[in-house]
Nanobody
């Protein structure tokens, strides 16, 4: 069974930085796209950034120039470096990954449990 475990959330002042990590564990043959989503109170979950296994990244306009997504394929881990944080970045951040458990398995989209990020003075 595959699990995604996030860490690194917390409370930070506006203008501050946080680094989120998400490690996949269990039976893993390959991981394709990994990404970060967020959900603020009363809003729908939205994509923040994603990265392919070859390192091609995509991010949304609201975080361009502030957030950087990266991954370590050897560790099955994806990171989100968040700089110049704003109060509107406050949300629960979820890790997401398209994982193939064995060579015979289909690709399944997995989600982490979420980690709270609060930007406030």
């Amino acid at each position: 069974q595959v699990h995604l475990v996030e860490s690194g959330g917390g409370l930070v002042q506006p203008g501050g930085s946080l680094r989120l990590s998400c490690a996949a564990s269990g039976s893993i043959f390959s991981i394709n796209v990994m990404g970060w989503y967020r959900q603020a109170p009363g809003k729908q979950r939205e994509l923040v950034a994603r990265i392919t296994s070859s390192g091609i990244t995509t991010d949304v306009d609201s975080v361009k120039g502030r957030f950087i997504i990266s991954r370590d394929n050897a560790k099955n881990t994806v990171y989100l470096q968040m700089n110049s944080l704003k109060p509107e970045d406050t949300a629960v951040y979820y890790c997401n990954a398209d994982i193939q458990a064995t060579v015979w398995s289909i690709v399944r989209t997995m989600w982490g449990q979420g980690t709270q990020v609060t930007v406030s003075s």
